[in-house]
């Protein structure tokens, strides 16, 4: 099966399997791929962050067949405090960049260890770009 990542500028990071090391994405030229499940290399894993659209591009190859998870921000998303929040994780292996930046999507559950009360639990993680030692943060 083939995936079409459409041409756009991204910010993120594709990590090939014949290599040490990511292949970092700053967002300054456009940049396409067809993933083929078939071909080697794969990229074992890969975000992208497209700011221009507010979309989130997630890549990951397990079991011979690539996992991709799309999702755009919306406006509402932007403003909603209460079921999103923001999270940063220290990269691995990612020069020049100090920070990996993602919105945590929290949604509402009952939960019957609560007494059945309703609780927030992780739901999505996405993607939106990097803290980067030289020019500080990419704002969404």
């Not at 078939?38 to 975000?47: A, H, K, L, M």
């Not at 998870?69 to 999103?84: A, F, G, P, Q, V």
């Not at 292996?93 to 639990?121: A, P």
Request: glycine share 6%; aromatic share 10%.
């Amino acid at each position: 099966m083939t995936h079409e990542i459409k041409t756009a500028k991204y910010i993120g990071y594709l990590w090939k399997s014949d290599q040490q090391k990511p292949e970092v994405l700053q967002g300054d030229k456009e940049f396409c791929i067809n993933l083929n499940d078939d071909e080697t290399p794969f990229i074992i894993e890969g975000n992208l962050w497209n700011k221009d659209t507010l979309t989130s591009i997630s890549i990951k190859f397990v079991d011979g067949k690539y996992i991709i998870k799309t999702y755009t921000l919306t406006d509402e998303d932007l403003k909603n405090s209460d079921t999103i929040t923001q999270k940063t994780f220290i990269p691995h292996r990612l020069e020049g960049v100090r920070l990996l930046k993602f919105m945590q999507f929290w949604k509402e559950e009952k939960d019957e260890l609560c007494e059945g009360m309703i609780t927030l639990v992780p739901d999505k993680l996405v993607f939106v770009g990097f803290e980067n030692n030289q020019q500080g943060g990419q704002e969404i």
